[in-house]
């Protein structure tokens, strides 16, 4: 399967109108599809689906509280991450949110390479190493959504995404930037911070 650049795609995205108003479109449309009556409160409450730990390789959901808020222009308070390491305090992984809805469809089509199947079903995971991502991180935007976390800072059990909803959650409006202050920071500002990193 061919490959969508994504520097090209993050170049259309930052400096084409035409092209972001289609984005948006698509998004609008897509989210229509899936259903605006979801929050981030309701789909925490799929019993089923809470954990209270988190492996690397599958796709969870969590409310976050970042430490050193004061230091940084701005966080997610509702992550959704495909997590690649971890160690007794902290965790590592890709957060969607801080890229383009668009982007992060496309971005998730390019890391089913190391998916452990491509049936994408319940038990699929991403067989990810930083040495993986890496490679991946060179396109604009990606590097910027490569995420350090900390346990003690999450605020809520882990919401495990199975594989076949992994595109429909992508989707979903749910970021939620902050500030320190604990105001809103708009995602669309987020976004053009996250496309003009290197």
């Known amino acids: 399967m061919a490959r969508i650049n994504l520097d090209q795609l993050a170049k259309r995205v930052l400096h084409d109108r ?12 897509q989210v229509k599809y ?17 954990r209270t730990f988190l492996v690397p390789g599958f796709m969870h959901m969590f409310f976050y509280q970042a430490k050193g808020a004061a230091e940084l222009p701005y966080f997610d308070t509702f992550p959704i991450i495909f ?22 469809v496309v971005l998730l089509r390019n890391l089913l390479d190391f998916a452990s199947d491509r049936k994408l079903k319940e038990d699929t995971k991403m067989k990810m190493q930083w040495h993986y991502v890496s490679n991946l991180a060179r396109f604009n935007g990606v590097k910027a959504a490569v995420k350090k976390y900390r346990f003690d800072h999450v605020q809520s ?16 409006p749910f970021e939620r930037f902050k500030s320190d202050s604990k105001s809103y920071v708009s995602k669309e500002s987020v976004w053009q911070d996250s496309l003009q990193k290197r």
């Not at 035409?18 to 449309?29: D, E, M, N, V």
């Not at 899936?34 to 809470?50: I, T």
């Not at 902290?90 to 801080?98: A, D, E, K, L, P």
């Not at 882990?158 to 979903?172: K, S």
């Open 157 to 172: 059990h882990f919401l495990f995404v199975p594989a076949d909803q992994w595109f429909n959650a992508v989707m979903l």
């Open 34 to 50: 899936l259903g605006d009556a979801v929050s981030p409160n309701s789909v925490m409450q799929n019993a089923n689906r809470k």
């Open 18 to 29: 035409k092209a972001a108003l289609k984005s948006q479109a698509w998004f609008a449309q």
């Open 83 to 104: 997590p690649f390491s971890k160690d007794a305090e902290t965790f590592t992984g890709i957060n969607f949110h801080y890229l383009p809805v668009k982007m992060r």
